[in-house]
């Protein structure tokens, strides 16, 4: 199963438009093209903020309370792996050792994060789970046509009148279109509508190829 893992680190952090007091970390793909972005609460996004920013609270947080208490009785976190994904949650599992004994152990993907941040321990997840939620550059530029995918942007729905972008009116546009929405989303680095975009346009490509 080793062979069908990818290694994630940490890219990013923003402010999410679709959940209202939640926050959109980003995942990337070591070594290759794909990002994911995982929605996370506010206490886990500011754990994460601080430790990418090198503060140190004048008091430990949760996380760092659990990073001192391992460490004090010689345990150490080997890896997080993010297993599966499933009706928009990711779920993580953390592989603890005291050198004679591996604990695995559920976790929050947020907290796994944190925890891991804080110990250098490597991120991992399954190529499957990249290919499904991940999104690339790469995906959205023709491989014959020169033109600009920024041109004639189209419009994401107005957030004051639907909480998120996944509305019929984003339904109904065309492969082009969306193929130009998602390039202007991840331009400006707004991953977690660029996801959700990213979905109805493979679900769009997916119909388009099966009626061929």
């Not at 503060?55 to 430990?60: A, G, L, V």
């Not at 993580?92 to 993907?109: A, H, K």
């Given at each position: 199963?080793?062979?069908?893992?990818?290694?994630?680190?940490?890219?990013?952090?923003?402010?999410?438009?679709?959940?209202?007091?939640?926050?959109?970390?980003?995942?990337?793909?070591?070594?290759?093209?794909?990002?994911?972005?995982?929605?996370?609460?506010?206490?886990?996004?500011?754990?994460?903020?601080?430790?990418?920013?090198?503060?140190?609270?004048?008091?430990?947080?949760?996380?760092?309370?659990?990073?001192?208490?391992?460490?004090?009785?010689?345990?150490?976190?080997?890896?997080?792996?993010?297993?599966?994904?499933?009706?928009?949650?990711?779920?993580?599992?953390?592989?603890?050792?005291?050198?004679?004994?591996?604990?695995?152990?559920?976790?929050?993907?947020?907290?796994?994060?944190?925890?891991?941040?804080?110990?250098?321990?490597?991120?991992?997840?399954?190529?499957?789970?990249?290919?499904?939620?991940?999104?690339?550059?790469?995906?959205?530029?023709?491989?014959?046509?020169?033109?600009?995918?920024?041109?004639?942007?189209?419009?994401?729905p107005d957030d004051s009148t639907e909480p998120g972008v996944n509305t019929p009116r984003l339904e109904n546009y065309t492969?082009?279109?969306?193929?130009?929405?998602?390039?202007?989303?991840?331009?400006?680095?707004d991953y977690e509508q660029a996801a959700v975009v990213n979905d109805i346009l493979k679900k769009k490509r997916d119909a388009?190829?099966?009626?061929?």
């Amino acid at each position: 199963m080793r062979e069908n893992r990818v290694k994630l680190q940490v890219v990013g952090l923003s402010y999410s438009h679709i959940q209202t007091g939640a926050y959109a970390l980003i995942l990337g793909q070591v070594d290759g093209p794909y990002k994911i972005p995982v929605v996370i609460g506010p206490t886990e996004a500011q754990s994460i903020a601080l430790r990418m920013e090198g503060i140190n609270p004048p008091r430990p947080l949760t996380h760092d309370l659990f990073n001192a208490m391992v460490h004090a009785f010689g345990i150490q976190l080997t890896e997080v792996f993010i297993y599966r994904f499933e009706d928009g949650i990711f779920s993580s599992e953390l592989t603890f050792t005291d050198g004679e004994r591996t604990i695995v152990l559920d976790s929050r993907t947020s907290d796994a994060i944190a925890i891991a941040m804080r110990t250098g321990a490597p991120i991992y997840t399954t190529r499957e789970i990249v290919e499904n939620t991940g999104f690339t550059m790469e995906q959205i530029s023709g491989d014959d046509d020169d033109s600009n995918p920024f041109e004639d942007e189209i419009d994401l729905p107005d957030d004051s009148t639907e909480p998120g972008v996944n509305t019929p009116r984003l339904e109904n546009y065309t492969i082009e279109e969306l193929e130009r929405t998602l390039a202007r989303l991840i331009e400006n680095e707004d991953y977690e509508q660029a996801a959700v975009v990213n979905d109805i346009l493979k679900k769009k490509r997916d119909a388009a190829s099966s009626s061929e």
